[in-house]
């Protein structure tokens, strides 16, 4: 069991940075691969990048590669996505999810948790 919150998003413009934290309760945080999953009006939920429980393996969608970092601290049960460059189109609600499963997983249905998700806006 493991509650998620996520932090640190808002309104920027083209080009510039945010940094999302996700905040876990729970004692076994790093039993778990986590992952950031975005949602724009309109459009499918879909994976931004994943992460295993060690942190030794990530995946991350073509349409941030070379842009996004995910990372984490199990000291600090805590996830992140350090975004850069952004773009208008990284406009979307930002998910934090976690997964009890033993491998790494981009199938929204195969993350057991969620959190409420952080709004983040990119203008033109």
């Known amino acids: 069991q493991v509650q998620l919150v996520e932090s640190g998003g808002g309104l920027v413009q083209a080009g510039g940075s945010l940094r999302l934290s996700c905040a876990a309760s729970g004692r076994t945080f790093s039993s778990y691969h986590m992952a950031w999953f975005r949602q724009a009006p309109g459009n499918e939920r879909e994976i931004v990048a994943a992460?295993?429980?060690?942190?030794?393996?990530?995946y991350y969608a073509d349409s941030v590669k070379g842009r996004f970092t995910i990372s984490r601290d199990n000291a600090k049960n805590t996830v992140y996505l350090q975004m850069n460059s952004l773009k208008p189109e990284d406009t979307a609600v930002y998910y934090c999810?976690?997964?009890?499963?033993?491998?790494?997983?981009?199938?929204?249905?195969?993350?057991?948790?969620w959190g409420q998700g952080t709004q983040v806006h990119v203008s033109s």
């Open positions: 999810a976690a997964s009890y499963k033993r491998y790494l997983s981009t199938v929204t249905t195969e993350y057991h948790y």
């Open positions: 992460i295993s429980q060690s942190g030794g393996n990530t």
